[in-house]
């Protein structure tokens, strides 16, 4: 037989390379398709049935798409592989605003920002965890890939079981509901012997607040003035938060460590798990102690610095060899400031942007948008670092100085102050006289003129 002509092989070869890394990339970014289209019916989906069987609900998706990745051995991988993680983005969509929901409603109020943390912690513990089992020698090898994937079906299985003994939440119970009475003893389980009455009266005010409140379409939010502002700080955080290039670590990780000459760059990666749950950790103290804006602010400019670190470590690394290790450094230090403001701040500072009537669905655009991003870098990182090689993190610092000075001159601070004293900032830094508390108020409940 002939021999394939030289220009012919080089061809397909590099066929090949683009559709093996257009399927890796769609089999990443597929999850964060799911995420986005179910990021719009989380709160409705909560609201219809209730917070514990909308989450009981959700684990069927997880389930589905951990048993088409666990065989997906047995039939056209990419193609099992991609709408089984397909079907886990629609399930993390659902529960990445239902279980903060859930949280924040039968959380005492001084423990609502740390128990917040604490699920970002859960997040981050758990990728850490699959980290490990996806080591080589474990799961991550030719034989029991399949099994590492379809392993993600168990912790939906654990929370189902546990999720039959959590109580309704009784906010839910008593302001959407009407039902007082369950709504109590609801309170009774998760409070023990401490008084309710505290938390009654607080529901109780909620309820009428909420009656008088109209309901904010996402339209609305964009059209009304008084939301304008409001929800695109709230989109630029999150924009902040996915294209500061932190997944591109996540995801790409490896590589990058093996680009950086890392011998044993899966070890690395382990690392960067490792740091990224420890500072999780340290934000959970943090969150209630700082301001949201000084800490974002930190993580930010922290980033920023460790960015810089990272390319040039990688663009002087045939020069230095010890370049290798100011890269991996900067990685573990940019990991760090990511956790202490920009990875769990932005959820926090969105829900204490609105009030109860916009905040459905700005909390819903926001997911949207982060998802939407999540689901723009992990589809063309690969691309990105092949275009510009090793100065693909100067790009990043660009965006991340950029969305620092942003956070600088238009980011209120939100701690310890009201929503009244939250829109009255709001107000200022669109350059308004100052307004008597209660007319800001009524401007946030939707009195103004619709423009």
């Keep these: 037989m002939d021999s394939i002509p030289t220009p012919l092989a080089e061809e397909e070869t590099t066929a090949s390379s683009n559709l093996v890394t257009m399927l890796w990339s769609l089999s990443v970014s597929s999850f964060a398709i799911g995420g986005m289209i179910a990021s719009f019916f989380g709160g409705w989906l909560g609201d219809r049935i209730g917070r514990v069987k909308a989450m009981l609900v959700a684990n069927i998706l997880s389930l589905a798409g951990a048993l088409l990745m666990g065989f997906s051995k047995l039939g056209p991988s990419h193609i099992l592989i991609i709408s089984g993680r397909s079907l886990s983005g629609l399930y993390c969509g659902l529960i990445s605003g ?29 990728i850490l965890i699959s980290q490990i089992v996806g080591l080589n020698f474990i799961l991550g090898n030719h034989e029991q890939w399949h099994i590492l994937l379809g392993l993600s079906g168990v912790p939906a299985i654990i929370q189902s079981l546990l999720l039959l003994f959590c ?16 709504a109590k003893k609801s309170l009774k389980r998760l409070r023990g012997d401490a008084d309710i009455t505290k938390d009654i009266a607080e529901m109780r005010k909620e309820k009428e607040e909420a009656s008088s409140e109209q309901v904010v379409s996402i339209i609305q939010l964009f059209t009304n003035s008084c939301y304008r502002q409001p929800i695109l700080v709230a989109l630029m955080l999150h924009l902040a938060q996915q294209f500061s290039g932190i997944n591109g670590i996540f995801y790409y990780s490896t590589s990058i460590f093996q680009t950086a000459g890392i011998s044993e760059p899966v070890y690395a990666t382990i690392g960067v798990g490792t740091i990224n749950t420890i500072f999780t950790a340290v934000s959970v103290f943090l969150v209630e102690k700082a301001g949201r804006r000084s800490l974002f602010l930190i993580g930010m400019s922290g980033m920023f610095v460790c960015a810089i670190f990272m390319s040039l470590g990688l663009v002087l690394l045939n020069k230095l060899a010890w370049m290798s290790y100011v890269s991996m450094v900067a990685i573990f230090l940019f990991v760090s400031f ?50 510009c090689g090793p100065y693909v993190f100067f790009l990043f610092a660009g965006v991340i100085l950029a969305f620092t000075l942003f956070t600088f001159f238009k980011v209120p601070e939100t701690k310890g102050k009201s929503f009244e004293e939250i829109a009255a900032e709001f107000q200022k830094k669109r350059g308004l006289a100052q307004k008597p ?8 409940l939707g009195a103004t003129e619709t423009v």
């Design 167 to 182: 109580p309704e939440s009784p906010r839910y119970l008593y302001i959407k509901l009407d039902e007082e009475v369950r």
């Design 338 to 387: 990511f956790e202490i403001g920009p990875g769990p701040i932005p959820w926090f500072m969105v829900a204490e942007f609105f009030s109860q009537g916009p905040r459905t669905a700005a909390l819903a655009i926001a997911a949207f948008s982060n998802w939407a991003c999540n689901f723009i870098i992990a589809l063309c990182f690969q691309y990105i670092a092949k275009f």
């Design 98 to 126: 239902l279980v903060p929901m859930y949280i924040g409603e039968i959380a005492p109020t001084t423990l609502r920002g740390a128990l917040g943390t604490l699920h970002q912690l859960a997040i981050v513990t758990g």
């Design 437 to 444: 508390k209660a007319a800001v108020e009524m401007e946030f």
